[in-house]
């Protein structure tokens, strides 16, 4: 009975629990919490069928707090726009980055029609994320628009999925379909940081527009064509991740599956809710997140056994302290991939690399980690080489950083020692001695030579030495 109980609570558990690998714990900071729930109602339930539990607060809510007892609150934040311009003691630009410092995400979404509170643009100043002067500036697009619900204006974009940026980055947003974006507000990237990537550029023909101005011809635009994200992404050096959705309208229950109709005269439905899902999972940790399984390095051949037993006793053993100059190493890495509920074996693309650095101050090989076996969830990569004629306390170091996943930085100290006394090869051993054993050899022969000659051609004792003179 209590076996049958048990099985049950953890069937429940598992019902419940949450894909992201951080956490199910999701802060939603709206000012309507009623409006926003009977608007947003799909985009919510996707979330709990995901198993987040969500918790909607005021962002002027007195009893709010991102921190309990030194720790987090919650796991993710969704920040819905506001009304007012600023927000409450709790959501300041400096707690904000502490939340993100303790490995929590964030979800900001903008809308044209609402200003952005000053915390939020001293927060997105922070992270080098660039919006318009203007508080009502939006994105326009007279090529790519929706003809049915923007013919006048063509401020609803009408764009497809977004692709991948490189040929050696995972797309985790891609996919066919259309997406509908009312009424974007536009970012524009630094360039001095490598830690914001754009999700989803606007086209070459877009730009960003102040309808208040109503002007024909804008002169001196916020940013046009390619400059303009639409979303954007900031990946800290902890894979933390924060996320700018430019149209918080997008999530709406009425721009699911929304028929729209571009230019060209065709009518689809849009695929706002598959990407609202692709964008939530990939900024709550539920895609692009490496595990890193068993390290492990040790001697790969015998070659130096026959100058010392050290080589010997080590071979087959796992991750030594110490090695010797001159030993061949094999060092084995085992990587898998988060992706909503499973683990996969981690493929690196063809034009990627994954690469181990034998490093002292720097590096002294830095090699390609070639993948050698894969088992059902997880892909082991390995390389092998000879360690440098040089002593001193090295590290075996796999640093890996894309974009779109988690950061992978593996360290490994070891100790490299140089020969000992009776490790170095016999001077018989080497050929170019040979003439200097000789040389030692022909000098005792010769010498034991003249000693023996010396003695044998002594001369004759002469009796008379021994007579007195007279």
Avoid: C
């Avoid at 726009?81 to 709790?90: D, E, I, N, V």
């Amino acid at each position: 009975m209590y076996r049958l109980l048990f099985l049950l609570f953890l069937a429940l558990f598992s019902a419940v629990h949450a894909l992201s690998s951080t956490g199910s714990r999701l802060l939603v900071v709206t000012e309507d919490s009623i409006a926003d729930k009977e608007k947003y109602s799909t985009f919510w339930s996707d979330l709990e069928s995901r198993g987040y539990r969500l918790a909607f607060e005021a962002p002027k809510n007195d009893k709010l707090a991102l921190f309990q007892h030194g720790e987090r609150a919650f796991d993710h934040i969704l920040l819905l726009p506001t009304r007012s311009k600023g927000l409450g003691p709790s959501l300041t630009p400096n707690l904000v980055l502490e939340f993100i410092n303790n490995n929590g995400n964030i979800l900001l979404a903008l809308s044209a029609e609402s200003p952005v509170p000053s915390a939020i643009s001293s927060l997105l100043h922070e992270l080098d994320i660039h919006l318009p002067p203007d508080r009502t500036s939006l994105v326009v697009d007279h090529f790519n628009y929706d003809t049915l619900s923007a013919g006048e204006k063509h401020d609803v974009l009408v764009l497809p999925k977004p692709s991948a940026l490189r040929s050696d980055v995972k797309n985790h947003f891609g996919g066919g379909g259309l997406l509908a974006f009312p009424r974007v507000v536009a970012q524009e990237l630094g360039s001095s940081s490598q830690l914001l990537t754009p999700i989803l550029r606007a086209p070459e023909t877009a730009y960003s527009y102040n309808p208040k101005e109503e002007a024909e011809n804008v002169a001196e635009p916020f940013a046009v064509g390619s400059q303009i994200s639409l979303v954007s992404s900031m990946q800290a050096r902890n894979s933390a991740r924060f996320t700018v959705l430019g149209s918080v309208e997008a999530l709406e229950d009425a721009w699911f599956d929304r028929t729209v109709q571009g230019p060209e005269g065709k009518a689809v439905k849009t695929s706002n809710r598959a990407f609202a899902k692709s964008l939530t999972a990939w900024t709550f940790m539920e895609t692009g997140v490496l595990k890193v399984g068993n390290v492990e390095h040790h001697l790969s051949t015998v070659s130096d056994s026959k100058s010392g037993n050290d080589s010997v006793a080590q071979l087959g053993y796992l991750n030594p302290k110490i090695y010797r100059i001159k030993n061949d190493v094999t060092f084995n890495i085992e990587m898998s991939e988060y992706s909503f509920d499973h683990l996969s074996p981690f493929t690196v693309f063809p034009d990627d690399k994954l690469q181990l650095e034998f490093t002292m101050l720097s590096p002294f090989h830095r090699l390609d980690l070639q993948p050698i076996s894969t088992t059902l969830n997880s892909t082991i990569f390995s390389a092998t080489f000879r360690l440098p004629d040089q002593h001193g306390i090295f590290s075996f170091r796999v640093n890996y950083k894309r974009p779109f996943l988690t950061n992978v930085d593996v360290k490994r100290e070891v100790t490299v020692r140089h020969f000992a006394h009776d490790e170095w090869p016999r001077s018989w051993m080497i050929s170019a001695g040979w003439v200097w054993i000789a040389g030692i050899w022909v000098t005792i022969l010769g010498w034991v030579a003249f000693v023996a000659l010396w003695l044998w051609s002594e001369p004759a004792y002469q009796q008379s030495q021994g007579k007195k003179r007279q």
